[in-house]
């Protein structure tokens, strides 16, 4: 099946640090979803993105649609200690279904 | 508005029981689905439900039923438990994106 390599796996870095992580894909999708997860809690989205070469910004965070349709990378500037947590990169092909393929997270910690 | 309601939060079971996942929903969304999380690895999609009394296989549906008898409702039944079912499950539901619930933490033992 389809499959998304998400990197890094983890980050440590320092508040105020900018943030960059990325997804690959072997095979194209129509939309690109970045999610993120506090513990114990369902994911939840930051930014959708519908269109090939799309730039969405949503505060302090910014995310791509790769040119390809196979790639993505989501930045996350200023970074603060409520940044900490699990973001995980979702692939989203069209249909009735909409079915999405996540990536295996990135998993942020900010030191203060 | 709740959103996407799971229950129970968690749950411990025994090699062969069996459960039944809760799921509901209050937005009136067509589309539900159920994923499992496994340590360090992204959602892997179990089965799906495109509205009521339609309901299909994801990556990995093996050892799980479910129904859609309801537009609100979403169950999620294991029959015999096994240690590999170990895992957190998460219900979602969409019209365009996907609103999740907060996971039902299930260990077999």
């Known amino acids: 099946g389809q499959q998304l390599n998400q990197s890094p796996q983890s980050m440590f870095i320092q508040e105020g640090e900018d943030v960059s992580m990325n997804c690959t894909s072997s095979s194209i999708f129509n939309t690109w979803l970045w999610y993120k997860q506090d513990p114990g809690e369902g994911p939840v989205l930051l930014i959708a993105l519908y269109k090939a070469g799309e730039l969405t910004s949503n505060g302090r965070l910014t995310a791509q649609f790769g040119i390809t349709r196979k790639d993505s990378f989501l930045n996350i500037s200023a970074s603060i200690p409520s940044d900490v947590g699990i973001y995980f990169c979702?692939?989203?092909?069209?249909?009735?279904?909409?079915?999405?393929?996540f990536g295996k997270g990135t998993k942020l910690s900010v030191k203060p | 508005n709740a959103g996407v309601t799971q229950t129970p939060k968690f749950r411990i079971l025994k090699i062969g029981q069996s459960m039944t996942l809760q799921c509901t929903q209050d937005m009136n969304h067509n589309y539900m689905y159920w994923y499992r999380q496994d340590p360090g690895m992204g959602l892997k999609l179990i089965y799906y439900s495109v509205g009521a009394g339609i309901t299909d296989k994801g990556e990995v549906p093996n050892g799980y039923n479910v129904s859609r008898s309801t537009t609100e409702d979403f169950p999620l039944r294991l029959e015999l438990a096994a240690p590999s079912q170990t895992s957190v499950y998460f219900c979602?539901?969409?019209?365009?994106?996907?609103?999740f619930g907060s996971g039902t933490r299930l260990t077999v033992v």
């Open positions: 979702a692939g989203q092909n069209g249909g009735s279904q909409g079915n999405l393929i």
């Open positions: 979602a539901s969409r019209r365009q994106d996907y609103t």
